[in-house]
Each structure stands twice: as C-alpha cells, then as structure tokens.
Nanobody, 114 residues
Framework: VQLVESGGGLVQSGGSLRLSCAAS????????MDWYRQAPGKQRELVAS???????NYTDSVKGRFTISRENAKSMLYLQMNNLAPEDTAVYYC?????????WGQGTQVTVSS
C-alpha cells in the first residue's frame, strides 16, 4: 500500500494550497480517509476526515477554511486549504483507515509565512 502526498509548499498568510494524496494498492473506496498534521515540537493532530460515504469532519481551527474531499474513481484524497495562517505550518499526512488496517503517507511540508 502506498499513500503519496503532494501539493505542499511555501505560501504567504492568507494564501491557498491544495494537497493531494494518491493511494495505490488498496481498495480506496472502503477506507475512511484523514488528513493529519504535525508542527515542530507538537503532537500529530487530526485536521480533517471523510468517511467512505463522504461525511466530513474538521478540527475547530480549520473549519470554514479547509475542505476535505475524495475521488474514489481515481483513489485520490484532497485538502483544499484557504486563508492559510502561520499556525497552519506543519507537515501534513494522509491517513487511510479500515479497522484494523491503517496506513500513512510520508507527509508534505506546508509553510505559511506572515
């Protein structure tokens, strides 16, 4: 199983980025999918999740700014991030979960300058 994130980078405060996660070698449409992030010196935190049926959930700090979506036909997961702030700076990870199986991507760096 492979999860490969892309789309990270350096952006100014108030800017936007779209993260993508390409999944391979798993039955993508049965997995719940999540985006996590980890800032330097902090624990990894759940940012957004989407169920196999498309129900979404967000941590409070990103509600109204981030949108998680999935495209099952292409085994792709996305995170549209708008109005980015310096506190969004972190490594963002894609995560697939179908109990008891779960998989992680390698992460993509997002840096927001003030």
């Amino acid at each position: 199983v492979q999860l490969v994130e892309s789309g990270g980078g350096l952006v100014q405060s108030g800017g936007s980025l779209r993260l993508s996660c390409a999944a391979s070698q798993l039955t993508f449409d049965i997995y719940a999918m999540d985006w996590y992030r980890q800032a330097p010196g902090k624990q990894r935190e759940l940012v957004a999740s989407i169920t196999r049926g498309g129900i979404t959930n967000y941590t409070d700090s990103v509600k109204g700014r981030f949108t998680i979506s999935r495209e099952n036909a292409k085994s792709m997961l996305y995170l549209q991030m708008n109005n980015l702030a310096p506190e969004d700076t972190a490594v963002y990870y894609c995560h697939a979960n179908f109990d008891p199986y779960n998989y992680w991507g390698q992460g993509t760096q997002v840096t927001v300058s003030s």
